[in-house]
């Protein structure tokens, strides 16, 4: 099970509803914990970027703290670490298999599983869906544009962050919409974020479209909600789970607005919508 910070809940206790609408329910614990409490066949995709436990090439790198390990110079980023990023190559596929598995009953058939993940868990990631029992789809690089990311001399730039995603069974042909959705998302990473490893509000928004209109997205590590916040405006109702207490809030926050429902931010000044997707 993910690693609890001290913000969070304790270990074993039951998961709670944080806060809850007709169109968004955001929970507060452990990812197993509130999977195990929602109904079978409840949403119609799994959307998340769980932690990849990939930062550093051994333990003892693995074992530092997040911020250490992913914020450079210059990135105005919340300086709270996110939970569950220590792993190691075995530890995180036998991870991502159970919680997959136990999606696969929360998720409709011919849902979808839609995952995050980098060129080092890549091969670790694809494994891990098909051992929860999806059906392996494919691939979709986001591609991050020039001067987002950090150029080595002699080397191949790690440009891409990738999406693999699969369905739950069968996935029937959608006849009446756009045939296919992009191969590939094209966005660059926020500079000034609330949570270090947030992605891009655009790429979210057109990932989230391949979920059929009106339909449930659950995100099992919200983080700082950005997924919730592309549902939303999407016209799809949401389902987050996030062990952080900070992060929590944070996601909450940022739906909220998104849903136009303004509420104090962390310095106690509303917090609006920005063009961006980013609160301000």
């Given amino acids: 099970m993910t690693e609890l910070l001290e913000s969070g809940p304790a270990r074993g206790t039951a998961p709670s509803v944080r ?28 959307i998340t970027d769980p932690p990849y436990s990939s930062g550093g090439m051994v333990r003892g790198d693995r074992m530092g703290s997040t911020t250490g390990k992913y914020v450079t110079t210059g990135r105005a980023v919340a300086d709270v670490p996110f939970a569950g990023d220590t792993r190691d190559q075995r530890a995180y596929g036998y991870w991502c298999a159970l919680w997959l598995s136990e999606a696969l009953r929360v998720v409709r058939p011919s849902g979808l599983a839609i995952l995050f993940t980098d060129w080092r868990q890549l091969p670790t990631t694809t494994d891990a869906l098909q051992a929860g029992g999806w059906v392996w789809r494919g691939i979709v690089p986001w591609v991050k544009p020039a001067g987002t990311y950090r150029p080595q001399a002699g080397r191949f ?23 296919t959705f992009s191969g590939f998302f094209h966005g660059r990473t926020p500079r000034d974020r609330e949570h270090i490893a947030q992605k891009p509000l655009d790429v979210m ?35 987050g789970v996030e062990v952080v207490d900070h992060y929590a809030a944070t996601a909450e926050r940022r739906i909220r607005a998104a849903m136009g429902d303004a509420v104090p931010g962390p310095d106690g000044q509303t917090a609006l919508l920005l063009d961006d997707g980013d609160p301000g």
């Fill in 19 to 46: 806060w809850s609408t007709d169109r968004c329910t955001i929970h507060q614990g452990d990812a197993l914990a509130v999977l195990a409490s929602l109904p079978s066949d409840s949403v119609d995709a799994l």
């Fill in 157 to 179: 730039a790690a440009q891409c962050e990738y999406v693999v995603w699969g369905s739950r069974g069968e996935l029937p042909v959608r006849m009446g919409i756009d045939p």
């Fill in 205 to 239: 928004l057109e990932l989230i479209r391949i979920v059929p209109p009106g339909g449930t997205v659950l995100d099992l590590f919200m983080g700082s909600g950005t997924t919730g916040v592309a549902a939303v405006a999407e016209g799809r109702r949401f389902v």
